[in-house]
């Protein structure tokens, strides 16, 4: 009886968090099929979605090792698709996510009716077939270069990434050809920010994808960035002028009993301000041999490494600087380490029981690339806190430790897949410090775990 009245208050709450996004929703499908040409009764309309919620525990994450993180989530996606006709497509993506208990407000922990502030827009774009090969985008939509390793959605996030823009493409049934400007941030002064500065991108892509099975994609790309100095008054933080030029290559395929996947990207361009060069690369093979056809046995390696920057050439910063790549897909589950002076070698196995039960065990072995280079931490999330993982005095201070070692991670992932179309997946890591680290004080070990259900509708 004591509960009665706390569950009432939260199936109201529930109710009025479905209608507030529905709400949302309708106004979207009300403005997409408000087109001035066509009417609503010759639209076609698509939709689906997916509902995730997951739950995560870390200890020895935070606070340079002397703290632990657990938490509960939930993420809702519902995607939207409007066809007027043949040659025009409209689509709209929303996502609400929440933290279990975040913004709490009152004794019993119930939000506001009006507290929906995570509801966010994904995609929501245009598309125009200029033809039957070529087509014009434009709007907010999800970007992936090559395996992920440059630009990535980074689905496996909380808030997936998305970018504003325009592109020209052209698809055929053995070659594919992108061509696009994007806007990647805009910080305005009223938040801080000197001069109103902004980033912008400009792309190319060229896909074969005629050679299969050696060659499921065959991927070169272009990506060229150019970002304003600003400085911020309110935290202090700054950012040097950059224009720079991201080449890339990236393949993968299978040859009987072997598969790979693989990319190369470099790195050039300048600091404009201080007119320093840059010059870095990066590089990543993952190797494997079908080992057994029952149970899809897998056997595999990875190797990874990127520059840091080792000071031995005048007026030249060689440290590779990551975009917004698949950071779950390239490192370890525990997502703590960020590309920029860091090689890993790692060696897994994998097998499938009914192709719905699929079981995974990696080890990787991570270490600084340049001495003379720190080590950085995933900057925007993934598993757990990472930022507070590796703080400022490790993540910039070389001073005095030589040793490049900077510990070896341990992951096991289980997946299973329902009949119902649910999946389930569990991840469990260790990540035992290695020398480098200690060294800062960072002496205790990572230990994680993470359960997730997936609901696609």
Do not use: C
């Amino acid at each position: 009886m004591v509960l009665k009245p706390f569950v009432q208050t939260l199936k109201t709450y529930k109710r009025r968090v479905i209608i507030e996004y529905m709400r949302k929703i309708i106004l979207l499908s009300i403005l997409a099929f408000s087109s001035p040409v066509f009417s609503a009764e010759d639209t076609k309309f698509l939709w689906n979605g997916e509902y995730r919620s997951r739950g995560l525990f870390q200890e020895n994450v935070l606070n340079n090792g002397r703290g632990g993180l657990d938490a509960f989530s939930h993420r809702l996606i519902l995607n939207a698709e409007f066809e007027p006709n043949d040659r025009l497509d409209a689509v709209v993506s929303g996502i609400l996510f929440q933290n279990w208990g975040d913004d709490v407000r009152g004794f019993a922990g119930i939000r506001e009716e009006s507290d929906l502030d995570s509801f966010r827009i994904f995609e929501a774009y245009g598309e125009w077939h200029l033809s039957t090969a070529f087509f014009l985008k434009f709007g907010r939509w999800a970007l992936d270069f090559g395996n992920g390793s440059l630009v990535s959605k980074n689905m496996d996030d909380n808030l997936p990434y998305s970018l504003d823009g325009v592109m020209l493409g052209y698809d055929a049934s053995n070659f594919e050809f992108r061509l696009g400007g994007l806007r990647v941030g805009d910080w305005p002064s009223s938040l801080g920010f000197t001069a109103d500065p902004d980033s912008s991108a400009y792309f190319a892509l060229i896909n074969l994808k005629s050679w299969e099975p050696v060659f499921k994609f065959f991927q070169i790309y272009l990506f060229r960035q150019q970002k304003d100095a600003y400085s911020n008054a309110s935290n202090g933080s700054s950012i040097a002028a950059e224009s720079s030029n991201y080449f890339g290559v990236s393949a993968a395929g299978e040859y009987n009993k072997l598969f790979y996947t693989t990319d190369y990207i470099t790195y050039s361009g300048e600091f404009t301000d201080t007119n320093n060069d840059i010059d870095g690369f990066m590089a990543h093979v993952k190797l494997g041999v079908k080992a057994r056809e029952k149970n899809n046995l897998r056997l595999f390696l990875t190797y990874h490494f990127d520059t840091g920057n080792d000071g031995s050439t005048a007026n030249t910063d060689e440290s590779y600087r990551p975009l917004f790549y698949n950071h779950h897909q390239y490192g370890g589950t525990l997502d703590l380490l960020s590309w920029g002076n860091l090689s890993y070698f790692g060696l897994g196995v994998s097998l499938e029981k009914n192709k719905k039960n699929k079981f995974t065990l990696q080890a990787l072995s991570f270490s600084r690339s340049s001495n003379d280079d720190g080590v950085r931490s995933i900057a925007f999330g993934g598993f757990g806190d990472s930022d507070a993982f590796i703080n400022s005095d490790i993540s910039g201070n070389t001073s005095n430790v030589t040793d490049k070692d900077l510990g070896l991670e341990v992951d096991f992932i289980y997946s299973r897949d329902f009949d119902s179309g649910v999946s389930l997946e569990f991840l469990a890591g260790a990540f035992f410090t290695g020398d480098y680290l200690k060294a800062y004080q960072r002496t205790k070990d990572v230990y994680g775990a993470r359960l997730t259900l997936s609901m696609p509708f």
